[in-house]
């Protein structure tokens, strides 16, 4: 909490947090502080996933959504990934056109979201809105879940160029 004045005066300054009185005062409201946390960050997600087409949705939905600030470090070995940063997002499963009715039961299909990278990756950016960004990661990876390598979502994608 912090004891602030800019129009509220002090008794109501003092029960806001300081990240949303300090863009108060200098005048970015319009970016609210929830829209950082890890609610939001599933509730787009979630929003994202049901509004996949009718032939994809009923697919995407029995993939667990993961929301956490950063990737494990063995998760960033494994990828060979320095900088945690670099990872936004993450499938961990089998591609549904490898998937065979044959295989044992395997561990459920996961799509992972990392805050603090998507974030990072938001502010560096700066001319995308952060739900856009988080929708973006969120169809990336469940393109993995149906089969698309990133060379085959590169081809159509352009949103990093």
Not at 117 to 135: H, K, Q
Request: net charge negative; glycine share 6%.
């Amino acid at each position: 909490m912090v004891a602030a004045t800019g129009g509220w005066g002090d008794r109501k300054a003092a029960s806001l947090p300081l990240h949303f009185v300090l863009s108060k005062a200098i005048g970015t409201t319009h970016i609210c502080c929830m829209r950082h946390d890890l609610h939001h960050f599933e509730r787009i997600a979630r929003e994202t996933v049901a509004s996949l087409p009718d032939a994809f949705r009923p697919a995407a939905e029995h993939v667990l959504l993961r929301i956490a600030d950063w990737p494990e470090p063995g998760i960033l070995a494994d990828l060979g990934i320095e900088d945690a940063r670099d990872l936004t997002g993450l499938y961990e499963g089998i591609p549904m056109t490898e998937k065979s009715v044959f295989d044992m039961a395997p561990q459920p299909d996961v799509v992972w979201l990392f805050r603090k990278p998507i974030l990072a990756e938001w502010r560096e950016r700066g001319d995308v809105d952060l739900n856009d960004l988080i929708a973006h990661v969120v169809i990336h990876e469940f393109a993995h879940h149906f089969g698309w390598t990133d060379e085959q979502i590169g081809v159509i994608d352009q949103w990093w160029l």
